[in-house]
């Protein structure tokens, strides 16, 4: 490798100030506000409860419950699209550097999702960001006509299955999941952790997740390549569209999937269309989040304090495995330290979920003073580099 090329691999590496989108950042680090309060252990039919549990459990399902993780897939696509115009400027070899990214990405997921927490979405991701790298040199109609298939018609389809028809039986004494908050042991953890882990029981448990998961890669790829992120300001019609939509039918949509979630309201084979509005609607939520946030960004008085989620942001994989510390070293009772799981009103679970952010963000902010990345970050792409040799150049 000669003097050039190592100076252009340099170059691919660094992700410097200058060229990240503060407002992406941000809005990455408010999905990770979003996603530690989604994933909070918190035992519902516990003998614990508050006046205000009713209130949270519904702003739960109405604002909180997989809206999330919908902008966090949303933004992965984006990173992807990010990635592969770095790499075309440098003249890099994307496709086998990518699939190396993507392996050792799996990796990570695996060891966080077995070790650690089995509601790990990495894993999805790398398995959905070679997808992407399948399919990125499609037109624009192409990916958006597959995102649809995927996000509505696929993913309600597959809920039609798991919930009306049966299809998420399983071959295990599903009354043991109740155990793995509460085992004192962490071997014993380990072992109920792999039984219902979903990539275990892939079959019954991944389909459904995939198929949105990448849906909604599908979407943060269609609005990089329009610059939907990069130059929101351009697109005034379509963020006044999501927005309306958001409000209204994201909103009614939620409303119905809240009646769904606490048993107001059962499927029947009449109800057969509701599927499919409540993933439309969830991703007409999501996506009026990620507009309004933007929009917002672009004013100085509201991005002061919208700057407030960019240092997680900016560390999102590093945060998201340290919030899984959380869940299992303060909530579950396998290392035997605070054992709050069964213990806390749901209000209060929230307040556990949101102090910790803030913990998050503070820790984030004073590390970032003196590093460019997060700890994890800095290894998985060094290697990542590492192993993915830049194309030979010629002066």
């Not at 990240?20 to 408010?30: E, P, Q, T, Y």
Request: net charge positive.
């Amino acid at each position: 490798m000669n003097q050039k090329q190592e100076i252009q691999e340099t170059r691919l590496q660094q992700t410097t100030k200058k060229n990240r989108i503060d407002s992406v950042d941000a809005l990455r680090g408010f999905a990770l506000l979003g996603i530690i309060i989604a994933n909070i252990p918190y035992q519902a039919n516990s003998t614990v409860s508050g006046e205000l549990d009713s209130l949270m459990t519904f702003l739960f399902h109405f604002l909180v419950d997989k809206k999330f993780i919908t902008i966090f897939s949303i933004l992965f696509g984006f990173g992807f699209y990010i990635q592969m115009q770095r790499a075309a400027e440098k003249n890099v070899d994307f496709k086998k550097y990518f699939i190396v990214r993507m392996l050792l990405l799996f990796g990570i997921g695996s060891l966080h999702s077995y070790l650690l927490w089995n509601g790990d979405i990495i894993m999805t991701y790398a398995v959905g960001g070679l997808f992407l790298l399948a399919l990125r040199n499609l037109s624009l109609k192409k990916l958006l006509v597959l995102a649809i298939i995927l996000n509505v018609v696929l993913t309600g389809a597959l809920y039609i299955g798991l919930t009306a028809l049966g299809w998420a039986s399983h071959n295990y004494n599903f009354e043991l999941a109740r155990e793995v908050p509460v085992a004192t042991s962490f071997l014993r953890y380990l072992k109920l952790n792999f039984m219902f882990n979903p990539w275990t029981n892939f079959l019954r448990d991944m389909p459904l997740t995939i198929a949105f998961t990448f849906g909604n890669m599908l979407i943060g790829f269609i609005l990089a390549k329009v610059d939907f992120f990069s130059h929101p300001e351009k697109h005034g019609k379509l963020t006044t569209w999501v927005i309306t939509l958001g409000m209204t039918f994201g909103l009614a949509a939620s409303f119905i999937f809240y009646k769904l979630s606490v048993g107001e309201l059962e499927l029947d084979y009449s109800l057969i269309w509701v599927p499919f509005v409540l993933v439309a609607g969830m991703i007409l939520q999501s996506l009026f989040y990620i507009s309004a946030f933007l929009k917002l960004y672009q004013f100085n008085s509201s991005r002061k304090v919208l700057q407030f989620f960019k240092p997680v942001g900016r560390t999102a994989l590093s945060n998201y495995i340290l919030q899984s510390f959380l869940y299992v070293f303060v909530f579950y009772h396998c290392f035997n330290l605070f054992n709050l799981f069964g213990k806390l009103t749901n209000f209060q679970s929230w307040m556990i979920a949101i102090g910790f952010y803030v913990f998050q963000t503070v820790i984030t902010y004073f590390y970032l003073k003196r590093f460019n990345q997060g700890p994890i970050e800095f290894i998985w792409k060094k290697y990542s580099y590492k192993m993915a040799k830049p194309k030979k150049q010629t002066l």
